[in-house]
């Protein structure tokens, strides 16, 4: 049951989801659509050539209708009251992503770098997320999104809810020591002095299975409409709806910027699409192929039902918090890491979400030997360097 469940969610996920699936989509290059009476644009696309060419690839599901939430929303509030130290300011900022939401996923290449260089078809995705605190420590908070989707189906009706949980943010005050992304697959810590960190958060960003993606840190700053956060400039892996069509660059290297707003908030990224060498060094001759701008709207919505993601959290939180467990003891005793997502036939969120599945439908779990077992999952994935 657990299997069948597994591959029913995973289809259902490789043409919904941004981050954490595939995309079905083939490049254009590859595929041209047919249909372009409906086609979506960018603002600033590349309005002079053909628009069949630079349809949006990415999910193709239809969601169910969402009701906005009222604004301003009482975790918006929270930041503006009286006599706040900055400190308490930049953590109730970081508290007010926690909720539910309608998320829209925008990426688009807007510069090449190349004499040859081609856009390629822009990326539009969506989901519906409950965002859980999954620790608060006061200058530690980590943040949980689990998704909650609801597709309309082509009789009119409302499809189950597909329910699986997606990536991870945890935020530390004054961090010292980073887990940097440096490039083919390979982590290593990083120093940073604490004058160079002083009254910054520092944010990681995690994959589904908990394995670490990228980490930065930067200021909050404040103002009457809005909170922002913008990161250091920073090395990430390619994320899946790369990963998937794309493999003539190694990195993406650019900004992260948090904006918190009465309505919900705002994430953004600046990147350049880096190419590098066998030694993880920039290439010599054609380092950057392309700049791209990526946009995530998160808007708080009210009356859809989570109730089975609040459930599966409830069920799965503390096998979840052993597997964060076991990667904090990893990273701290391997300060330089290469993470393979896949070995053999195994995906490594697979064997997790396996577990996470016969958990929440009542399997027992023991915590001393649920670690052991995290532990043993993960050794094929993982080696020191």
Request: glycine share 6%; hydrophobic share 35%; charged share 25%.
């Amino acid at each position: 049951m657990y299997k069948k469940q597994l591959i029913q969610r995973m289809t259902i996920a490789i043409i919904a989801v941004m981050s954490l699936v595939i995309s079905a989509v083939a490049p254009a290059k590859e595929q041209q659509p047919t249909d372009c009476a409906n086609s979506k644009q960018f603002t600033f696309a590349w309005q002079l050539l053909d628009a069949c060419a630079m349809k949006p690839r990415g999910g193709s599901k239809v969601g169910i209708n969402n009701t906005l939430a009222p604004q301003p929303y009482a975790g918006w509030q929270s930041i503006h009251e009286a006599n706040l130290s900055k400190f308490e300011q930049d953590r109730r900022a970081i508290l007010a992503m926690a909720g539910p939401y309608r998320v829209s996923f925008d990426f688009l290449e807007i510069a090449g770098f190349t004499p040859d260089f081609q856009p390629t078809r822009p990326y539009q995705s969506w989901g519906t997320e409950y965002i859980y605190v999954a620790e608060d420590k006061g200058d530690f908070i980590s943040l949980q999104h689990i998704m909650v989707m609801y597709y309309q189906q082509e009789d009119g009706s409302t499809s189950a809810p597909m329910v699986m949980k997606h990536w991870r943010q945890d935020w530390q005050y004054e961090k010292t020591e980073l887990f940097a992304y440096v490039g083919h697959n390979k982590w290593q810590q990083q120093s940073l002095k604490p004058s160079d960190v002083k009254g910054t958060w520092a944010q990681a960003v995690y994959q589904v299975d908990d394995s670490p993606r990228y980490e930065s840190y930067g200021q909050w700053q404040h103002n009457a409409g809005f909170s922002s956060w913008k990161s250091a400039d920073t090395w990430r892996p390619l994320p899946r709806r790369e990963g998937s069509v794309r493999d003539d660059y190694h990195v993406l290297e650019g900004t992260n910027r948090h904006t918190i707003l009465p309505s919900g908030w705002v994430q953004e990224e600046e990147n350049l699409k880096l190419v590098l060498d066998d030694n993880g060094q920039p290439a010599q001759a054609v380092p950057y192929l392309a700049k791209e701008l990526g946009i995530a709207r998160y808007e708080r919505i009210v009356g859809l039902d989570y109730t089975p993601g609040d459930e599966y959290w409830k069920k799965t939180a503390p096998f979840w918090a052993d597997v964060r467990y076991v990667w904090q003891q990893l990273i701290a005793q391997n300060p330089r890491m290469e993470i393979q997502k896949k070995v053999g036939e195994d995906f490594m969120f697979q064997l997790f979400f396996d577990k996470a599945d016969e958990i929440a439908e009542g399997a027992p779990y023991d915590s001393a030997q649920g670690r052991q077992a995290i532990h043993k999952m993960l050794q094929p994935f993982i080696k020191a360097y």
